[in-house]
């Protein structure tokens, strides 16, 4: 009886034993892809080891191309032209690629693999994106869904960036969650001050970062985001600038306003928040100043919701409604639009515009989410 | 079996005892994967490539280990542990040589482990006691045979997706219908060569 379980095992074991060690042979043949070369724009090289994903690579070397998903092919935004090596285009990439991008072999850096050499091309002003540390110094609510978050930065201790630009911020694993993600938030603060930066974020049901900050992240913690992305800035003109926003979306808008303050824009200047009843409403004392300091601004809040107690004898509906309204009373073809906000609030808007002649090329927008 | 040419065995296995269309094995991944022609060769070649590795490690295994040590009834969980090891080297080869294939075969192709054709070829080798030859090649036979079945299926299904299909009868239901005539129509090769 002995013998027979300690042959039976001892056959088992060799077996499994040997099958383990063709394996441990195999990973290293075939998961090994030695040290690849990337050049960027034909004149930096970087040498990282094969095997990750190009935009893990890049990470590594400390180039931060924008990533809000955080690598699981959802979000497009680390697109970069590969020129050479990258191999045939992913059915994970095929439907986030246009017929145009696909012919200037544009791919996604999330789902390439560096496997071999790889010539890439990116934006200099990618080059521009780092890493930073920094403190929580204040942890507020706006309203009973939004907070303010300002981040005392510690290294580095400086952050350069334009106006409507937005950051990537990394959660820390918490009870329930234990990935680690980054998600894009706007900069709310002006761009003088570079010592710290403002943040506006709402809480949205089942987001991971969101309940992080909300309900885990304390003042006096330390965060790591990376940054500053995106080209949602102002426009050079002469004609009116139309900001529409709505929650969350206030926060790039208050660093463009403080820019256009600063300079003391001559421009004329109407801004349209949505909100759904009054307790969705913020920062409207710092509207009214703005609304003294800059000549021409006007501060446009609509509910689309008002509670039976709310007294409100501002605009009423959705935000299209005072917007349309105002559109067609005016002229619009020098008009800028500055849009921040859902995507059904951003093509309802869109739509809006481009019905009393504010087209595209003159609508600017940042598509997270 | 040592009376019966290899190549018999081989040509007996894609036709006439096709392990799909006779023998019904290997069906989940037959049904799942035969919606294009490009991704069922993929699964079909890994399916042949594993059928012929694990016929010829399984046999070895089997009358070279098993039976001198008496242990023949361990044979369930060893050829499992061999086709499982085979599977993640194919796997690892796949990922790294064709990362298209690798993604649209998907779960697929981990699944190969438990493909019950895979454990059922080795199995028959066993209880139709075959040569060492003879279960080669019907494993590599076995293998074009549920790769020639998911091909004709798949290019039966390609063209499908432009006719007009009965509500109730649409992805499962109309390919069940379509391997069971397949499988009525493999009857016709059984002049050809038997076994068992």
Redesign the interface.
């Known amino acids: 009886m002995m013998d027979e379980i300690i042959l039976t095992v001892a056959v088992l074991g060799g077996i499994n034993a040997v099958l383990s060690v063709i394996l441990v042979i195999a990973e290293r043949f075939f998961a090994n892809y030695g040290e690849c070369t990337i050049t960027i724009n034909q004149d930096k090289t970087l040498k990282v080891t094969g095997g990750s994903s190009l935009l893990s690579a890049l990470n590594s070397q400390k180039i931060f191309l924008p990533s809000a998903c955080g690598g699981r092919g959802t979000c497009a935004y680390c697109k970069c032209k590969i020129t050479e090596g990258a191999g045939t285009v992913l059915p994970t990439e095929s439907a986030l690629l246009s017929q145009q991008e696909l012919q200037d072999r544009v791919r996604l850096a999330c789902q390439v693999k560096v496997k071999s050499d790889l010539s890439i091309q990116i934006s200099e002003a990618l080059f521009q994106i780092k890493e930073f540390e920094a403190e929580v110094v204040l942890l507020k609510d706006l309203t009973y869904d939004i907070k303010l978050l300002r981040l005392h930065l510690l290294r580095p201790e400086e952050i350069h960036f334009t106006p409507g630009q937005y950051i990537q911020l990394q959660n820390k694993p918490y009870p329930k969650v234990r990935e680690i993600v980054s998600r894009a938030y706007s900069i709310a603060s002006p761009n003088d001050e570079t010592k710290n930066i403002d943040l506006m974020i709402r809480l949205v049901p089942e987001g991971i970062c969101t309940t992080w900050v909300h309900h885990h992240l304390q003042e006096g913690e330390r965060v790591i985001f990376t940054g500053p992305m995106g080209n949602f800035y102002l426009r050079e003109g002469t004609g009116e600038i139309i900001m529409v926003a709505g929650g969350s979306g206030m926060a790039p808008m208050v660093s463009l306003l403080s820019e256009l303050a600063r300079i003391k824009s001559q421009r004329k200047i109407t801004y349209f928040f949505g909100a759904v009843s009054k307790k969705d409403l913020f920062y409207v004392e710092e509207m009214n100043r703005f609304e003294k300091e800059i000549p021409h601004f006007t501060f446009v809040p609509a509910l689309s919701q008002p509670d039976p107690d709310d007294v409100w004898d501002g605009e009423r509906g959705l935000i299209t409604t005072p917007l349309d309204a105002y559109l067609k009373k005016m002229d619009t073809p020098k008009a800028q639009g500055y849009l921040c906000g859902s995507p059904g609030m951003l093509n309802a808007c869109i739509k809006t515009m481009n019905n009393n002649g504010i087209t595209s090329d003159r609508i600017f927008y940042d598509p997270f989410a | 079996m040592e009376n019966v040419s290899p190549w018999v065995i081989f040509f007996a296995a894609i036709f006439t005892g096709n392990i799909l269309l006779t023998y019904f094995l290997g069906m989940c991944s037959f049904l799942s994967v035969s919606k294009q022609i490009k991704t069922a060769v993929g699964l079909g070649v890994a399916v042949t490539f594993v059928l012929s590795m694990t016929s010829a490690l399984n046999y070895l ?1 089997y009358y070279r ?2 039976v001198p ?1 008496q ?1 023949e009834y ?1 044979r369930y ?2 050829f499992i ?2 086709i499982a ?1 085979t599977v ?2 194919l796997e ?2 796949i ?2 040589y064709s ?2 294939l690798y ?2 075969l998907g779960i697929f192709l981990p699944l190969i482990t438990v493909n019950c054709a895979i454990l059922g070829v080795s199995l028959f080798m066993v209880i139709r006691k075959y040569t060492f030859i003879q279960s080669v090649l019907f494993g590599t036979g076995s293998g074009l045979g549920w790769l020639l079945a998911i091909l004709a299926m798949a290019g039966i299904r390609e063209r499908l997706n432009e006719e007009k299909i009965p509500q109730p009868l649409r992805g499962p239901g109309i390919t069940l219908i379509i391997t069971g005539i397949m499988a009525m129509a493999f009857i016709g090769f059984s002049g050809i060569v038997q076994i068992q």
Do not use: D, P, Y
């Open positions: 295994v280990i098993l040590l242990l361990l969980i060893v542990v061999v090891a993640q080297l690892m080869f990922e790294r990362e298209g993604i649209n």
